[in-house]
């Protein structure tokens, strides 16, 4: 049985509420005392279950803010006095919040941008390991001695910066075998030249002697010469000595031209300009030589002119300029043209014909390469129907 003692009425000004509410246009503001609704900005009945709230925030020192996904709305909720005065405030949100519309059409936009990455990367991976597996097939058919080139297409990337490189080392590595080839046959035919040199030239020189001795014999003093002559020439020849003394030189051309003026008697003279040399300054065998012998052979031999030869010889402390000037036809300026441009290309020499072929040039010029690298010297020059120059120059 319920006993009551008396009314009691609280009063209250609303307007501390009214200006918190203010504040919040969008929210709704509830004030509850002792689980009682003392202060409402929404008319009606809260939209929201409330009270569920209060159980569940009684005694709570801190405000509590949930989300409330059913309404769509967000409670924020602090308790005074021990959890007898709560103000509670409702504020809505906008769909969006709670819509996953969004982020299904975010989910799909990312997992096509995923898909489109994937085949782009694939196709460029498959474009770039196409190339790499076709240079990797050709480099394994690459069992000939002779290496080919990769004729397969090559892209601007990587890859056909690979097939480029390639190329080029196949291009290098080929020189360097046709450059061995060459090599090898030049071994084996300086082998055999040796070989034949080995034979005894005793044979020969014993052979000239009789000769010169029957000559002598039968008064016949010019065979007697020629042949003394010759045999001096032939052992210096069959020698084998790779730099001998200038002076040695100049002796077997003195004996060659003694043969020639037996032989062409007064077409020709030579005036020699040399200083006084020791043993110390050496010269490739017959490189000297070489340019008289082209003398009476392109020269003397063609025309009917008196021919006029000058040895020039000039030195210093360092080395020698051998030069020699002689008078005649002379060489057209096709033929010096010619001759310029193989003594510079040595590999287009195959195309010279036998007859002509400027040999005994080529041949001097490529030994004083051998023996004095990139510094030696050796020029030709003409003037058609006046002189021909030919010069060397030699290091002590």
């Known amino acids: 049985m319920k006993k009551y003692c008396g009314i009691l009425r609280i009063a209250f000004d609303t307007q501390i509420f009214e200006q918190y509410a203010n504040r919040f246009p969008d929210s709704h503001i509830y004030v509850y005392l002792n689980q009682c609704l003392i202060y409402q900005t929404e008319q009606g009945k809260p939209s929201t279950n409330l009270h569920q709230y209060i159980d569940s925030s009684t005694h709570l020192d801190t405000p509590m803010i949930s989300l409330n996904e059913k309404d769509h709305n967000v409670v924020s909720i602090f308790s005074l006095y021990n959890g007898s005065f709560y103000i509670m405030k409702v504020a809505p949100e906008s769909e969006t919040l709670f819509s996953y519309k969004p982020f299904i059409l975010c989910l799909l936009f990312s997992g096509f941008l995923l898909i489109f990455a994937s085949i782009a990367v694939f196709l460029i991976l498959f474009r770039v390991m196409h190339n790499i597996v076709k240079l990797s097939d050709h480099m394994k058919q690459q069992d000939k001695p002779r290496l080919t080139p990769y ?14 490189s390639f190329n080029q080392m196949v291009q290098h590595i080929n020189e360097l075998s046709d450059s061995l080839l060459n090599s090898e046959i030049q071994l084996k035919n300086a082998q055999i030249e040796s070989l034949q040199s080995q034979l005894n030239p005793h044979f020969f020189y014993g052979t000239l002697e009789s000769i010169r001795m029957i000559a002598e014999i039968n008064h016949q003093e010019l065979i007697s010469d020629i042949a003394f002559s010759f045999a001096n020439l032939m052992r210096y020849s069959l020698s084998r000595e790779y730099l001998v003394p200038i002076e040695r030189e100049l002796d077997v051309i003195r004996q060659y031209l003694s043969i020639q003026e037996k032989r062409l008697g007064n077409r020709f003279d030579v005036t020699w300009d040399i200083p006084d040399l020791t043993d110390k300054w050496r010269c490739p065998k017959f490189s000297i030589f070489n340019m008289i012998e082209n003398v009476f052979s392109h020269n003397v031999s063609k025309c009917k002119d008196f021919i006029h030869i000058h040895i ?38 195959a195309t010279m014909t ?33 002189e021909t120059t030919c010069s060397i120059r030699i290091h002590r």
């Open 312 to 349: 020039i010889i000039v030195r210093n402390d360092l080395d020698m300029t051998i030069t020699v000037k002689n008078t005649g036809p002379g060489i057209s300026p096709e033929r010096l043209k010619q001759l310029q441009y193989l003594l510079a290309h040595p590999k287009e020499r």
């Open 354 to 386: 036998s007859e002509n072929n400027g040999r005994s040039i080529f041949n001097t010029s490529d030994r004083l390469k051998i023996f004095y690298g990139d510094g030696y010297y050796f020029s030709i020059e003409s003037e058609p129907g006046k």
């Open 151 to 164: 004729t397969g297409k090559i892209t601007s990337d990587e890859t056909g910066d690979l097939a480029i």
